[in-house]
């Protein structure tokens, strides 16, 4: 009888509990994109309305009938896709070649193929927050002239504040999460009406988290991850653009009303069990992420583009 993927994988659960926890904070995607797991490799995106995003009232009267409300529903296609990387261990890294090396050795190459992958993942969902296209018309502006946060004659809290109230008019609730690209971070953070806010509490440099408490925002990320391309030409991968969204604090589940999630498969990622290649003379660590960045409720979101 065939084995099926599951039965034939062989997994090193302690290195697996070393990649799933493994963080950067060069990496901020999953402020807009947390992960949540999914049992099958395809399937429709669950997206989200105003009304999964109300209030309702759930009184009745005795014998009365109970309200019956839905959230979400089954909107474009997903396909998860499978990304898979290896990292060797030289022989010469320790002193029995016929032994797997110590923990250590092994955390050191999984972290490895981890950052590579974060980084795609990482380009991926920054190509779907920065898709002007993707959104409303209501919930996208493009500044120039004297808006631009580089001007310092711009009023960005005004700007910033018309992006929460855009979001709430969309679906009733204040977006929690301003991503910024580095582009934008760097001309918002010396603006002159910003500092002006802050002259008389602090002297040092303005920071994400004194930006969040400006806000009113629970969480204000910097995206400084940069990408190149094969010709070694390097590029911002958060790019120009600064990404108001409403997304769950701690979700559990894709039935949570979002801007977005990545779904990701059950289980990963992972690492399978090391092997050793007598070419390389190397012990070979594999890590395997099956995971779909996805836009489950676009109108939780509000795009500003070219603020510097």
């Known amino acids: 009888m065939a084995m099926n993927i599951s039965q ?3 997994v090193d659960p302690v ?5 799933q926890g493994y963080k950067n904070p060069e990496f901020v995607g999953d402020a ?3 992960a949540v797991p999914v049992g099958v490799s395809g399937g429709k995106i669950i997206e989200f309305g105003k009304e999964s995003f109300l209030a309702y009232n759930s009184q009745r009267a005795p014998g009365g009938a109970t309200r019956r409300i839905s959230f979400g529903y089954q909107g474009k296609p997903f396909s998860l896709e ?3 990387l290896e990292a060797p261990v030289p022989r010469e890294y320790q002193r029995d070649a016929a032994k797997v090396p110590g923990i250590n050795l ?3 190459a999984v972290n490895l193929t981890m950052r590579a992958n974060r980084q795609t993942l990482e380009i991926q969902q920054a190509a779907l927050a920065t898709d002007a296209a993707n959104y409303p018309t209501a919930n996208k502006i493009t500044l120039s002239g004297t808006d631009k946060w580089s001007n310092a004659a711009s009023k960005p809290v005004s700007i910033i504040n018309a992006g929460k109230e855009a979001v709430r008019q969309a679906i009733g609730v204040y ?3 301003l991503l910024l690209g580095a582009q934008a971070f760097n001309p918002l953070k010396d603006n002159p009406s910003i ?3 802050f002259k008389y509490t602090s002297k040092e440099s303005i920071t994400a988290e004194m930006l969040a408490g400006l806000f009113d925002l629970e969480k204000v990320v910097v995206g400084k991850a940069v990408q190149a391309t094969d010709a070694g030409v390097m590029s911002d991968v958060w790019g120009n653009y600064a990404v108001l969204a409403y ?6 589940q894709m039935e949570e009303p979002s801007y977005g999630y990545t779904y990701t498969m059950e289980g990963h990622p992972l690492v399978e069990t090391p092997y050793y290649d007598n070419n390389a003379k190397s012990w070979i660590y594999g890590v395997t992420y099956e995971r779909a960045p996805v836009l489950s409720g676009i109108a939780a979101g509000y795009l500003i583009s070219a603020p510097n």
Do not use: D
């Open 175 to 177: 977006p929690n999460v």
């Open 32 to 34: 807009l994109f947390p």
């Open 195 to 197: 500092l002006e806010r």
């Open 247 to 252: 997304v769950p604090s701690s979700p559990s």
């Open 8 to 10: 034939v994988r062989v």
């Open 82 to 84: 499978n990304h898979a």
């Open 106 to 108: 092994g955390t050191r």
């Open 15 to 19: 290195l697996t509990t070393v990649v």
